[in-house]
Nanobody, 129 residues
Framework: QVQLVESGGDSVQAGGSLRLSCEVS????????MAWFRQAPGKEREGVAA???????SYTDSVKGRFTISYDNAKNTLYLQANNLKPEDTATYYC???????????????????????WGKGTQVTVSS
């Protein structure tokens, strides 16, 4: 059974940092597109960052230069290092995966989030001003 379990969410002040983790279990794949999404109350789900098995990354404009996505193959864990957090980053953060690496190309992962195969249950990030 495939499971994605997020952790690392917390309440921080603006300017602070967090590292979110997403532990993947139940399968091991050498090909993938993995991503972080977030959803704030009353807002649509938003793609934040994605990484494929070659290590290519992409980010939504609002987090470029502040967030870094990475994947540790040895630990089967996806990370999101979030620095210089802003109140508008407040949301529940979800990790998701698709076994097709091309899904990370050209922003497909952002346009078609419902086609991500597996999802975690989320971790809450709250940033106060």
């Amino acid at each position: 059974q495939v499971q994605l379990v997020e952790s690392g969410g917390d309440s921080v002040q603006a300017g602070g940092s967090l590292r979110l983790s997403c532990e993947v279990s139940g399968y091991i794949s050498v090909s993938y597109c993995m991503a972080w999404f977030r959803q704030a109350p009353g807002k649509e789900r938003e793609g934040v960052a994605a990484i494929d098995n070659d290590g290519s990354t992409s980010y939504t404009d609002s987090v470029k230069g502040r967030f870094t996505i990475s994947y540790d193959n040895a630990k089967n864990t996806l990370y999101l290092q979030a620095n210089n957090l802003k109140p508008e980053d407040t949301a529940t953060y979800y990790c998701a995966s698709n076994l097709q690496p091309w899904f990370c190309y050209s922003g497909t992962w952002r346009r078609r989030p419902d086609d991500m195969t597996y999802w975690g249950k989320g971790t809450q990030v709250t940033v106060s001003s």
